[in-house]
Nanobody, 117 residues
Framework: QVQLVESGGGLVQPGGSLRLSCAAS????????MAWYRQAPGKQRELVAD???????NYADSVKGRFTISRDNANNTVYLQMNSLKPEDTAVYYC???????????WGQGTQVTVSS
């Protein structure tokens, strides 16, 4: 069983910063991709950024230059540093782990990020 526990969400003013963390526990293949998705009210869940176990990262165009994804493989943790936040970044942010060997996706419970003055 794989568990993903997110933390770091909250309320922030436009232009502010937040750092999300997600710790993975359980049994999963060491070669995997960890990612952050988000879902705003009335919208589909979308990929924000992902990072492979080898450190290769990918970003949605809407967050390039503002968000940075990183990971600590020794502690099975992924981070999302969010700077210059905008109201349109408001959403529930979900952590994801894709186990390449088992071809399985695991999800965290989500953390709310609200950008508002």
């Amino acid at each position: 069983q794989v568990q993903l526990v997110e933390s770091g969400g909250g309320l922030v003013q436009p232009g502010g910063s937040l750092r999300l963390s997600c710790a993975a526990s359980g049994t999963f293949f060491s070669i995997n991709t960890m990612a952050w998705y988000r879902q705003a009210p009335g919208k589909q869940r979308e990929l924000v950024a992902d990072i492979s176990s080898g450190g290769y990262s990918n970003y949605a165009d809407s967050v390039k230059g503002r968000f940075t994804i990183s990971r600590d493989n020794a502690n099975n943790t992924v981070y999302l540093q969010m700077n210059s936040l905008k109201p349109e970044d408001t959403a529930v942010y979900y952590c994801n782990l894709y186990d390449l060997f088992r071809n399985k996706n695991y999800w965290g419970q989500g953390t709310q990020v609200t950008v508002s003055s």
